[in-house]
């Protein structure tokens, strides 16, 4: 095995036990739940094959949905922002930089990697909660849960960030 997948294994399982032991019991005002595995989509590489991207990011939804008691929803939302990310980074990248890129804030400025978490993340957001209501009744409720957890989660992938950076 390569340094690369076991080092790819330990963020899976990382953000996946943070999740469902600690995040997962968080519901700041009632409605706001920070999903930190989202940052495991974010972070790939450039050059990741497309199908390893689906791979793992259904994987980890699954994971987190079968711990979460959230029948698909995790799953389904990591697999569209995981089709969503590589057609995302190209507008952020500049064409001259290197194929094994790592996307953090160094690699792409603190501007763009702010701006390419947050659309990803209010992405996720969206659907995620779409599917659970469900409702064009309750869309006020809908925009409220997506919009408060993708900021808590925005807040918490970018304080990581700068942990990490440092």
């Not at 995790?74 to 569209?80: D, H, K, V």
């Amino acid at each position: 095995m390569s340094f690369e997948l076991i080092k790819r294994l330990a963020v899976f399982f990382v953000l996946c036990v943070v999740q469902i032991l600690f995040l997962n019991h968080i519901r700041l005002f009632g409605v706001a739940t920070p999903m930190l595995y989202i940052l495991f989509v974010i972070i790939f590489h450039r050059n990741t094959p497309k199908w390893s991207l689906l791979l793992w990011s259904f994987a980890l939804g699954l994971a987190i949905d079968v711990f979460s008691n959230t029948p698909g929803l995790a799953a389904g939302s990591m697999t569209l922002i995981a089709i969503i990310q590589p057609y995302l980074l190209e507008l952020f990248i500049p064409r001259d930089s290197i194929e094994e890129l790592r996307v953090s804030s160094t690699t792409l400025g603190l501007g763009k990697y702010i701006f390419f978490s947050t659309i990803l993340i209010v992405i996720y957001c969206l659907v995620f909660f779409g599917l659970e209501t469900f409702s064009i009744y309750n869309w006020t409720h809908w925009l409220t849960c997506a919009g408060s957890s993708a900021l808590l989660t925005l807040i918490l992938i970018l304080s990581i960030e700068t942990v990490r950076k440092k």
